[in-house]
Each structure stands twice: as C-alpha cells, then as structure tokens.
Nanobody, 127 residues
Framework: QVQLVETGGGLAQAGGSLSLSCATS????????MGWFRQAPGKEREFVSA??????????FYLDSVKGRFTISRDGASNTIYLQMNSLKPEDTAVYYC??????????????????WGQGTQVTVSS
C-alpha cells in the first residue's frame, strides 16, 4: 500500500513562486510514475507534470502551459516528489494533487492511470 501526503501551496502574486511536496510511504518500490494534477473550480482535473520512478527513471513530462515555469523533481532517498512553480499566473490557481501510478500504462497524463491520490493542496495566484 502506498500513501501520499502533500504539503506546500498557498497564496502567491502573479510572477511569484510556490513549491509543493508530496511525501510517499509504504511500498514505494511499486511506484512507476508520480504525477501532479490540478483542478480549478468548475473544471475537470488536468495533468500538470509527471516523473518516472521506474523504467526511464527521472524522465519528466509537462503540460505545455507550464513548460519552462514548473519543475518536477524526485528525491529517491526520502521518497519525496517536488513541484517547483515559478512565474505563476492567475490561471494556475487550483487545488493541486499528487498521484502514484502502480500499474505501468504509459498514460501518465490521464487521471485513470493513477491508483493513489493525495489529499490536495490549494494554490491561489492573485493578479
């Protein structure tokens, strides 16, 4: 069993930065991919970024609109995933979720590929 606990988030001004962390515990060796998703009010949950934890270890993926602004990283020693968010925009406002893929699907951008989800953390960017 894998558990995820997110920390970070909060309020930032446009152009500012925030960092999110996702601590994993349990059978972390079973995780193929860790992803970050976000959900704004009235919108569907969308893919933000992902990083491979097995097979192509360290390979990263990004939503086009966050490329060059967000960076996903992984600390293997602490089994923690990070999302550094720079040059924030008001449209980045959402609840951010981390998620773990336990069955390799190569569909890292789909919510359905992930088996375990964190509780979510609010990110609000003011203009």
């Amino acid at each position: 069993q894998v558990q995820l606990v997110e920390t970070g988030g909060g309020l930032a001004q446009a152009g500012g930065s925030l960092s999110l962390s996702c601590a994993t515990s349990g059978d972390t060796s079973s995780i193929y991919t860790m992803g970050w998703f976000r959900q704004a009010p009235g919108k569907e949950r969308e893919f933000v970024s992902a990083i491979r934890c097995r097979f192509d270890l360290g390979t990263t993926f990004y939503l086009d609109s966050v490329k060059g602004r967000f960076t996903i990283s992984r600390d293997g020693a602490s089994n923690t995933i990070y999302l550094q968010m720079n040059s924030l925009k008001p449209e980045d406002t959402a609840v951010y979720y981390c998620a773990a893929e336990l069955r390799f699907t190569n569909s890292y951008y789909l919510c359905g590929a992930y088996d375990v989800w964190g509780q979510g953390t609010q990110v609000t960017v003011s203009s």
